[in-house]
């Protein structure tokens, strides 16, 4: 399945599309890595 | 204040609350209206004017003043201003109820409030900025929700649970953050899509970078206004720690607050400057946007630096209501005064009261909520049996 | 397709396959989009419209519209100037006394089919559509009611069911959606009595459009509406006066509007990927900032510490050396010289582990 894009709306939205998926993928993924970036700074107190 | 009767078993007959209960019943014969006859019963909205006050009023406005929440986390628990601690709470509380309270005004404002969830969960339209909107309110009110718990929980007794969320606490206030700027900004970016029909002087590409820090101006004004008129009637409730760090807080964010304007002033100047609009401020638009400007922008941007050079609280918190009611001009202006400017005086939009009454019965349920919540749970104090400072 | 098959796909799309894996975004590297080649469009003549109604009745009909209160033969509702309604999808206006026109104007209103919908860019749940046939049209049964649509039109054509309490919808004009996929013709361009409607290719009316004005240059003021506004129309007009004489915005510009809230929808996960990174700084910033502060409290409770301890030690020795000192004056007769300063030394030396001894425990009780 696969078509040409014919308009600016068409095109912006298949680009939002993938742009909110990897804004909720960039959410969690940065949060588990603040999490392993400062674990161990929390052990040391 | 009235709470005291109440608990006391004294005659629940005092002016708050029979004003409130009138305009509680007026509410809720306009809301059997709206949800029987349609919209066309009891607004004035047109098909020139789409959005009216519960637009213009209860979201672009009520958003705005509900910024008290993320902006009062922010300091207390990224930028380490721990002395201002004890106004994170009511702040959090004012800004859930604001915020769950323009969620209820988005039910009578849409054709069919039952599809709320639609965009997320049959189609998604993801070019439009109120998908954004929509998205981050929701995840928002959530957050909101999730960070005021603790207070409620402390209240219910419930230690587990309430320690749990209080580790999130960094977590919960980051996403406030990224959340509050996403929203609060879309929010001006909804009318980017209409250079046509905002007047050219507040039509600008910088729209959301206005909104967003206005928006810091209206959460710390808010905080200021909030906590002064709390300490008029719930002065009862508040603890030591609360007392002695209030004035704190009114010269710390009275200042902020000074500082965001000055800032907020160049950058809309600097707008006016880029979209060419200078021989517009000649005329009556012009006038009325200069009136901004001056009135509520530049004028409380040195009131507060008055106030917090001579430590005059009084006068801090006088700015903070004006600002608070500049915040109101601003928002109308965008959604509703320089919008449709070019249309005849004919075809343009003012509220039918019972929109009126119905966005007056929204702030007056917050209000009771309010009350309802602070003259029971540890807001403005700190609950005995917990370290309020983790 | 069925609200079930639409439903799936639309839990597809939350799921992130939908769209994203569907498209190939072959035309990305320049972002310039010329539409849909083969869409069609009519042309509206301005100088050729006798303001009949005819279109307003077909419109009506073919639409099942509710019935006006007064009849499409009357043409007094033309004396003042009127726009679509939820139950009026085309309306034409009569404009009186322009300089230098032959007698009165009259100009078609409905909706204009963007190439780039404003309507479409804004609805939050996708419930508007630029068709390849070149038709604009509305799913009723996914919009909210938010009407969003409404304010972000350029030429104010959506309209709403404000009286319907439980299905209000957008109304406006479809080109005839429904017809022109099965081969007929729009309603008001089939019943046009003057040919002032012509249907076809955009491409095809945009060379007629360019043909008349060439071959009756005083006829047509020198311009195609529609051809460029608002990233261009399918709908098309010509006209014999000026646009904005028969209420037409001349100041909308050419750029196609998803193009206004591109910038801001681009800034959406800038935000999103660099502030946790600012306000995670910063809280590290301020955190690391209190760790020193209390560290440098505690060297200086320390060093303060440290300090009167030696300063009580010494005070104490002094004390005791005068004591002693006071004592063996007392039996300095008794004494001896020589055994006197042996005394006087072991003496001193005790008296110095015990006023320390003294000051760690008043140390220790302090903090």
Redesign the interface.
């Known amino acids: 399945m696969e078509s040409t894009i014919h308009t600016l ?1 068409e095109y ?2 298949h680009t ?2 993938i ?2 998926l990897l804004i909720v993928a960039a ?1 969690i993924a940065i ?1 588990f890595f603040y999490r392993f970036l400062t674990e161990k700074d929390d052990d040391e107190k | 204040m009235s709470d005291e009767a109440a608990t006391t078993g004294k005659s629940l007959l005092t002016p708050f609350n029979v004003i409130a209960g009138i305009i509680v019943i007026m509410g809720l014969f306009i809301t059997v209206m709206r ?7 009891v ?1 004035n ?4 004017n ?2 009216g006050i519960w637009i213009g009023f209860d979201l672009l406005v009520g958003v705005a003043l509900a910024a008290g929440g993320f902006v009062t986390s ?1 300091a207390v ?4 201003m721990k002395k201002y601690h004890s106004a994170v709470r009511p702040a959090i509380l004012t800004g859930f109820l604001g915020y769950a309270m323009v969620v209820v005004a988005l039910n009578y ?5 039952w ?2 969830p ?15 909107v ?1 998205a981050c309110v929701a995840l928002y009110l959530t957050v909101l929700f999730v960070e005021f718990s603790p207070a409620a929980l402390e209240w219910l007794g419930l230690k587990r649970a309430r320690n749990i969320i209080i580790r999130l606490t ?2 919960l ?3 406030g ?2 959340l509050s ?2 929203h609060q ?2 929010l001006g ?9 905002l007047h050219p002087l507040w039509y600008s ?1 910088y729209l ?1 970078v206005y909104f967003f820090v206005s928006s810091i101006i209206a959460g710390l004004s808010m905080v200021i206004f909030e906590s002064t008129l709390s300490h008029r009637y719930f002065k009862d409730k508040m603890d030591a720690a609360h007392l002695a760090e209030k004035d704190e807080v009114a010269l710390g964010f009275g200042k902020a607050a000074a500082l965001v304007l000055a800032g907020y002033f160049i950058v809309k100047l600097i707008g006016v400057s880029q979209g060419n609009g200078w021989h517009l401020l000649a005329t009556s638009y012009g006038a009325w946007f200069l009136l901004e400007m001056l009135g509520f922008v530049a004028l409380p941007c040195f009131l507060y630096a008055v106030g917090v050079r001579e430590k005059n609280l009084k006068l801090i918190k006088w700015t903070a209501a004006w600002t608070v009611l500049g915040i109101i001009v601003n928002r109308l202006n965008v959604g509703l005064i320089a919008f449709n400017w070019q249309l005849p005086s004919a075809e343009r939009y003012f509220p039918h009261w019972m929109e009126i009454g119905i966005s007056v019965f929204l702030v007056t349920v917050g209000l009771i909520a309010f009350r309802f919540i602070v003259t029971r749970m540890p807001i403005m104090y700190a609950h005995k049996d917990y370290d309020e400072t983790t | 397709m069925s609200i079930s098959r ?2 799936f ?3 597809l ?2 799921a992130g396959m939908g769209t994203a894996l569907g498209k190939k975004a072959t035309a990305a590297t320049n972002k310039h989009f010329k539409g849909y080649a083969n869409s069609n469009g009519v042309l509206y003549d301005n100088t050729r419209c006798i303001g009949c109604r005819k279109c307003e009745l077909a419109c009506n009909k073919v639409n099942e519209l509710p019935s006006p209160q007064q009849s499409f033969s009357d043409m007094e509702v033309m004396n003042v100037p009127r ?4 139950k009026a999808y085309t309306v034409v206006n009569r404009y009186d006394g322009i300089p230098g026109a032959k007698g009165p104007q009259y100009r078609k209103i409905q909706c204009n089919h963007c190439l780039e919908p ?1 309507c ?8 508007f559509t630029k068709t390849p046939k070149g038709a604009v049209v509305y799913d009723p049964s ?7 649509c ?3 039109c ?1 030429f ?1 054509i ?12 957008v109304m406006k004009c479809t080109m005839c959606y429904p017809r022109i996929v099965k081969g007929l013709l729009p309603g008001c361009v089939e019943i046009c009595p003057t040919g002032a409607l012509t249907y076809g290719s955009r491409r095809d009316l945009l060379k007629i459009a360019r043909e008349r004005i060439r071959r009756f240059p005083g006829r047509y003021v020198d311009h195609i509406y529609g051809e460029t506004e608002m990233g261009g129309t399918s709908w098309l007009y010509l006209s014999a006066v000026a646009f904005n004489k028969i209420g037409m ?1 001349e ?3 050419v750029t196609p ?2 193009q ?2 591109a ?3 681009s ?2 996960p800038i ?2 990927g660099l ?2 990174v600012l ?2 700084g ?2 590290a910033i ?2 690391r ?2 760790k020193i502060a209390q560290q440098e409290k505690t060297q200086a409770v320390d060093s303060a510490l440290e300090k009167a301890r030696a300063e009580a030690a010494g005070q104490l020795s002094a004390a005791k050396q005068k004591a002693e000192a006071e004592k063996t004056v007392a039996i300095e007769k008794a004494v001896s010289k020589a055994l006197e300063e042996e005394a006087e030394k072991s003496a001193a030396g005790t008296a110095d582990t015990r006023a320390e001894d003294a000051a760690k425990k008043s140390s220790e009780e302090e903090s």
């Open positions: 709306q912006m939205l939002e599309n742009t909110y959410l949060t | 949800f029987t006859r349609g919209l066309g019963a607004t909205l047109s098909d020139y789409p959005w922010a628990y990224i930028f380490g404002d849409v054709g069919r409030p599809r709320l639609f965009p997320f969960i049959v189609q998604q339209g993801t070019t439009s900025l109120l998908f954004e929509a960094l977590l206030t980051i996403f953050v990224v700027t996403l900004s879309s970016a909804l009318f980017l899509i209409a250079p046509s029909k590409p959301p | 639409r439903k796909l639309g839990w799309g939350a726009r679509t309604t939820a404003a479409a860019s804004v609805c939050f749940v996708r419930a996914v919009c909210v009611g938010c009407r969003y409404m304010v972000a350029p104010n959506p309209a709403y069911e404000y009286d319907n309490a439980f299905s209000p919808r915005r100041d909308l510009g509007a998803p206004f809230t910038g801001a929808l800034a959406v935000v999103v502030w946790p306000l995670g910063i809280y301020n955190k900032r209190e």
